[in-house]
């Protein structure tokens, strides 16, 4: 059974940092794209940053330059470096799995196969 498991989300002040991390089990995801994906209350589910096998990586431009997308392929593990948080970074955190593109990059919600069950951030003001 494919899983992907996330931790690290939390309640941090803004201008503070969190690290999320994404574990997957059952499948590597080594040749494929993963991503991560914010969904804040009311809102539709938006991607944050996406990395592809070789470690090329896409941000969405509210998080350029502060967050960071990083993959562990002996891990199987992706994670998501967040600094200079802000208020509107607020909303529960997805992350993804694309297993059909290999090589590739992927960026939007409906072509990703495998999701997390989602973690919480919230930054306070």
């Known amino acids: 059974q494919v899983q992907l498991v996330e931790s690290g989300g939390g309640l941090v002040q803004a201008g503070g940092s969190l690290r999320l991390s994404c574990a997957a089990s059952?499948?590597?995801?080594?040749?494929?794209?993963m991503g991560w994906f914010r969904q804040a209350p009311g809102k539709e589910r938006k991607l944050v940053a996406t990395?592809?096998?070789?470690?090329?990586?896409y941000y969405s431009d509210s998080v350029k330059g502060r967050f960071t997308i990083s993959r562990d392929h002996a891990k199987a593990t992706v994670y998501l470096q967040m600094n200079s948080l802000k208020p509107e970074d607020t909303g529960v955190y997805y992350c993804?799995?694309?297993?059909?593109?290999?090589?590739?990059?992927?960026?939007?919600?409906?072509?990703?196969?495998?999701w997390g069950q989602g973690t919480q951030v919230t930054v306070s003001s």
């Open positions: 990395i592809n096998s070789g470690g090329s990586t």
């Open positions: 993804a799995a694309d297993a059909r593109t290999k090589f590739g990059m992927t960026y939007t919600a409906p072509e990703y196969d495998y």
């Open positions: 059952g499948h590597t995801f080594g040749e494929n794209p």
